[in-house]
Nanobody, 120 residues
Framework: QVQLVESGGNLVQAGGSLRLSCTASGSIFSLNVMAWYRQAPGKLRDLVAAITSSGSTNYADSVKGRFTISRDNAKNTVYLQMDSLKPEDTAVYYC??????????????WGQGTQVTVSS
């Protein structure tokens, strides 16, 4: 069993920055892809960014150039650095771990979610 614990969500003004963290515990050696998703009220959960165990990344077009995903394998932690935040980035952000590819992650485990609110 794998547990994912997220932190870092907050209220921030437009143009500001936040860093989300997700620490995994349990048997994660077979999970090659970690990813961040987000879900705004009334909308589907969408992929924001993904990273493989070797460090290859993929980003949604809406966040390219503003968000950076990274991972520390020694700490079993994945990060999402979010810069130049916009009100439309407001959502609950979920960490996920699983298999698949950086373009098509297949999550097996989800975190509980952390709220990011960007005020205009």
């Amino acid at each position: 069993q794998v547990q994912l614990v997220e932190s870092g969500g907050n209220l921030v003004q437009a143009g500001g920055s936040l860093r989300l963290s997700c620490t995994a515990s349990g048997s994660i050696f077979s999970l090659n892809v970690m990813a961040w998703y987000r879900q705004a009220p009334g909308k589907l959960r969408d992929l924001v960014a993904a990273i493989t165990s070797s460090g290859s990344t993929n980003y949604a077009d809406s966040v390219k150039g503003r968000f950076t995903i990274s991972r520390d394998n020694a700490k079993n932690t994945v990060y999402l650095q979010m810069d130049s935040l916009k009100p439309e980035d407001t959502a609950v952000y979920y960490c996920a771990a699983g298999r698949g590819t950086r373009f098509n992650p297949v999550p097996n485990y989800w975190g509980q979610g952390t709220q990011v609110t960007v005020s205009s």
